[in-house]
């Protein structure tokens, strides 16, 4: 319909109606999938960063005897002396896989629309999720995991939505 339009081929109001309608439902097909294909990412990326190598017993070992001596904790002592440098390369937003309990915790939540925007949400309910990411306390630092996480995520969310957007331009 689109190239009898384009052509200057005579149709009808209706026709031309029905073509712009298909057109829409055919972008925002378009526009959903790359929002999903953008969270499957996501979802990937937070598993990855919620799978660090270092386990409890090395974190919580003194630095003396080969551990990372709490890497996490406020000052440069801990309980059992000097704290070690962070595990995974320094990036405190990468959690440690421990009893993989935080890792197997993201939930992708459908999306839905609002207005003309789409939600899309990666979640994590287990208990200690909300202590990571917070606002540091008096005993742990703040492990940005989602906000690193974000930042690996937008350009490929970025990617993904104009590959969409030049599949529309071609209906």
């Known amino acids: 319909m689109a190239k009898a339009i384009a052509q200057g081929q005579l149709v009808t109001f209706a026709e031309?109606?029905?073509?712009?309608?298909?057109?829409?439902?055919?972008?925002?097909?378009?526009?959903?999938?790359?929002?999903?294909?953008?969270?499957?990412?996501?979802?990937?990326?937070?598993?990855?960063?919620?799978?660090?190598?270092?386990?409890?017993?090395?974190?919580?070992?003194?630095?003396?005897?080969?551990?990372?001596?709490?890497?996490?904790?406020?000052?440069p002592i801990g309980a059992a002396?000097?704290?070690?440098?962070?595990?995974?390369?320094?990036?405190?937003?990468?959690?440690?896989?421990?009893?993989g309990e935080f890792a197997a915790g993201w939930q992708q939540q459908p999306g839905y629309f609002q207005g003309d925007a789409m939600t899309n949400q990666v979640v994590n309910n287990t208990q200690h999720a909300q202590f990571l990411d917070a606002t540091p306390t008096n005993l742990q630092i703040r492990r940005p995991i989602v906000e690193r996480a974000e930042a690996e995520v937008l350009p490929v969310r970025m990617s993904n939505l104009q590959q969409a957007l030049d599949r529309i331009n071609q209906i």
């Not at 790359?34 to 598993?47: I, N, R, S, Y």
């Not at 595990?87 to 421990?98: L, T």
């Open 16 to 75: 031309a109606a029905k073509a712009v309608q298909q057109a829409k439902a055919e972008a925002l097909a378009e526009l959903e999938f790359a929002e999903h294909k953008t969270l499957d990412f996501a979802a990937d990326v937070l598993h990855r960063r919620s799978s660090g190598t270092a386990t409890e017993r090395m974190l919580s070992t003194p630095v003396a005897r080969g551990g990372f001596g709490h890497p996490y904790g406020y000052g």
């Open 81 to 99: 002396g000097p704290r070690g440098p962070i595990p995974n390369g320094g990036d405190a937003g990468v959690i440690n896989i421990q009893t």
